[in-house]
């Protein structure tokens, strides 16, 4: 099936057309530097997930995000940034919202020592919010966003540079995590250009294939790496296994699936790459200290519950 068949209102292609539209994982200009093909912001469907580093400046309205979890109002003029393979979704707005959405490959924080902390962070499972705006971020975010859709390739390395030079200001001038933790933590060092190069392979290759089964010869091999070297430098640079990764990408797709379709707990624990229903259970649970069922049971009520309080009719999101 065409991949194009599915591509969404905000310019991402889902990364497995073959399982639906609602599947989380999405590709965004093949993980490059790109900008949100539009500025008005509308509710998801469900969760998604992509491999950039997201950036949003909020230019009117509010927008409240669901967030691994945890729910998060950014109002006009705030500026924040997350790890995309976090699952997110945008569930209520004001009337008229608008951002701009910028996407910036983790390759390009993953050797700056100079980001380290916000780096952590990010790769911590945080969301960023910059505590110091300047009266011409608005702008200067919207003159980002045109470059980078105009596709002048002279242009998009200027504006490559000055990206990353505002991420040095908000780790300079002081930032902090609107969510209460993380989950994943992340010991990062300086590494050099090409084990970032291997470590970024090895985060989009799980992403993309963590549904099948793979083992760490496999993660290595799309690396061109020797397995032991590959499980060395991945687990030094991320603070987790490989293997660990790939069944964590596996809950963030349950997760999802769990919140944005009907399908049975049997067929989501398969469709998220699980081989057998108990060994699903017992990963679910050791992360989130809940049984799948409950754990829908709970966000559905949650989701109705919104809807009677604002307008007191059920309307399912």
Same mark, same amino acid.
């Given at each position: 099936?065409?991949? *194009?068949?599915?591509?969404?209102?905000?310019? !991402?292609?889902?990364?497995?057309?073959?399982?639906?539209?609602?599947?989380?994982?999405?590709?965004?200009?093949?993980?490059?530097?790109?900008?949100?093909?539009?500025?008005?912001?509308?509710?998801?469907?469900?969760?998604?997930?992509?491999?950039?580093?997201?950036?949003?400046?909020?230019?009117?309205?509010?927008?409240?995000?669901?967030?691994?979890?945890?729910?998060?109002?950014?109002?006009?003029?705030?500026?924040?940034?997350?790890?995309?393979?976090?699952?997110?979704?945008?569930?209520?707005?004001?009337?008229?919202?608008?951002?701009?959405?910028?996407?910036?490959?983790?390759?390009a924080i993953l050797g700056m020592a100079n980001l380290s902390s916000l780096r952590e962070a990010i790769f911590r499972g945080a969301v960023i919010e910059a505590l110091s705006i300047r009266p011409y971020d608005r702008e200067i975010f919207q003159g980002w966003r045109d470059e980078?859709?105009?596709?002048? $390739?002279?242009?998009?390395?200027?504006?490559?540079?000055?990206?990353? !030079?505002?991420?040095?200001?908000?780790?300079?001038?002081?930032?902090?995590?609107?969510?209460?933790?993380?989950?994943?933590?992340?010991?990062?060092?300086?590494?050099?250009?090409?084990?970032?190069?291997?470590?970024?392979?090895?985060?989009?290759?799980?992403?993309?294939?963590?549904?099948?089964?793979?083992?760490?010869?496999?993660? !290595?091999? $799309?690396?061109?790496?020797?397995?032991?070297?590959?499980?060395?430098?991945f687990k030094r640079a991320m603070g987790a296994t490989i293997n660990q990764a790939i069944v964590r990408h596996r809950l963030d797709t349950a997760q999802s699936l769990l919140?944005?379709?009907?399908?049975?707990?049997?067929?989501?624990?398969?469709?998220?790459?699980?081989?057998?229903?108990?060994?699903?259970?017992? !990963?679910?649970?050791?992360?989130?200290?809940?049984?799948?069922?409950?754990?829908? *049971?709970?966000?559905?009520?949650?989701?109705?519950?919104?809807?009677?309080?604002?307008?007191?009719?059920?309307?399912?999101?």
């Open positions: 099936m065409d991949s *194009k068949q599915y591509f969404w209102l905000d310019g !991402a292609i889902p990364a497995h057309p073959e399982l639906g539209p609602t599947h989380p994982l999405v590709i965004f200009d093949d993980h490059r530097f790109c900008a949100g093909a539009t500025t008005r912001v509308r509710k998801m469907v469900g969760p998604h997930m992509h491999s950039q580093i997201e950036i949003n400046f909020v230019l009117e309205g509010q927008m409240t995000y669901w967030f691994d979890g945890r729910e998060l109002t950014i109002s006009a003029g705030r500026l924040c940034l997350f790890w995309g393979m976090s699952p997110h979704q945008v569930t209520d707005l004001e009337e008229g919202t608008t951002f701009v959405c910028l996407y910036v490959p983790m390759s980078l859709l105009a596709g002048d $390739a002279n242009i998009e390395d200027i504006t490559r540079s000055e990206l990353i !030079a505002r991420l040095k200001r908000i780790e300079k001038d002081g930032w902090r995590d609107l969510r209460e933790q993380g989950e994943v933590l992340v010991n990062l060092r300086q590494w050099d250009i090409e084990r970032t190069h291997h470590i970024e392979q090895m985060l989009r290759f799980i992403s993309e294939n963590a549904l099948r089964k793979i083992t760490v010869d496999d993660v !290595a091999k $799309a690396t061109g790496l020797h397995p032991n070297y590959a499980m060395s430098v919140i944005s379709t009907d399908l049975s707990i049997v067929e989501i624990a398969f469709e998220s790459g699980f081989g057998s229903l108990s060994s699903f259970y017992e !990963a679910f649970h050791k992360r989130f200290q809940e049984k799948p069922k409950q754990f829908r *049971k709970k966000m559905r009520s949650k989701n109705i519950n919104k809807s009677l309080s604002r307008n007191g009719k059920i309307h399912f999101m």
